[in-house]
């Protein structure tokens, strides 16, 4: 099911990029592109983008398939998924500012649905197909991999089946209570916080290793994921 699932999200976004590119193309050669000034610079600007780290983040998810995969192959799946997830954004990000004029008095959850409209009738039908997988396959895929942690971590004294339970009641309440915006920002803080103790064990093991270069790579990694954790605001 996820991969059915990834499949049709990975389809349905490079219709949209093809859609954005000609949007773009016919915008371009109408002389109407938009170059608006940046309303949030300087260290706003970058505790914002701090706020935005959960949109570029689930390429951890392989390192929870040691039973079925080798490492050379998890590390060579979570390095193109980096690769391609950061090629989509770049292009997307590209023709999407300049294609279209910007209004802050617009801003909602569902924004880039109706503005997709302009580019293909059929688009924002598409998007809300897309925007289902992508949480479908993300929750089977975080849900099973938090519930073998947490089954990992206690050691057994709690079971996976109850991790998934206590996970989906936390998700409910979280859906019925907080602003899609908190929750992007507070589960970038925990990624970040995650990111950054990953890149800890990091630090030990090539300093163990006698590494000292990428010892100081992985302790500046340590360091920005705390920075973003604690500096970070919200996206909204």
Known sequence: MEQVSVGLKLAIIAGLLFGLAVHFGNTAGQHVLHFDEPRVTGWAGITLM?????????????????????????IRSMRLAQLLSTAIYSVYIVLLTYAFESDPLSLDETAIIDLMQVVAPILPL???????????????????????????????????????????????????????FEIISYASRAFALYYALQSTIATIRAARSGHPARTVIFAVLALLGVGIAVFGTPVE
């Open 50 to 74: 701090a706020g935005l780290i959960v949109t570029v983040q689930g390429f951890e998810t392989s390192r929870y398939l040691g039973g079925t995969y080798d490492a050379a192959m998890r």
């Open 126 to 180: 598409l998007l809300v197909v897309a925007a289902l997988s992508a949480q479908f396959s993300a929750a089977i895929a975080d849900t099973s991999g938090s519930g073998g942690l947490i089954a990992e971590v206690s050691r057994g004294v709690v079971s996976e089946k109850l991790a998934y339970a206590l996970l989906v009641c936390i998700g409910l309440v979280l859906t019925w209570t907080a602003n899609i």
